[in-house]
């Protein structure tokens, strides 16, 4: 068995994200409190900037650097993904499409069928 490692907890992540939590509370009563005073593209701006200081502040905790690698790890991922072609994204469109309405009519047919029989022994 593999051993899963368990991150380390520590006071100053604690405070971290009391941190980053604090600056996202902040940016958001301040973006309330001040909708009528300050323009809105500056508290976009300001709102930019806190996230992203709160952000930073994220990644330097032990979540954020196990999460900054899964990041990385899953950019290297799609790189390797190979994307179909125009032409195969058309024709397995139209497959799909094809086999939706033919189901979609024998579902009809059988439901008819159903009715009719239904009817049939009701009237017995």
Request: charged content about 20%; hydrophobic content about 60%; overall charge positive.
């Amino acid at each position: 068995m593999s051993a899963v490692e368990t991150p380390k907890k520590s006071g100053l992540d604690l405070i971290k994200w009391l941190l980053a939590l604090g600056i996202v509370i902040a940016l958001i009563v301040g973006n309330h409190y001040y909708e009528d005073t300050i323009a809105s593209a500056y508290r976009i701006l300001a709102m930019l900037a806190g996230g992203g200081i709160a952000l930073l502040i994220f990644l330097t905790t032990e979540t954020g650097k196990r999460f900054a690698a899964f990041a990385r790890e899953a950019r290297i991922e799609i790189r390797k993904v190979v994307w179909p072609t125009r032409s195969q994204t058309v024709k397995t469109t139209l497959v799909v499409m094809v086999f939706t309405i033919v189901m979609a009519l024998l579902l009809w047919a059988v439901d008819a069928i159903l009715v009719v029989l239904i009817e049939w022994i009701m009237r017995l």
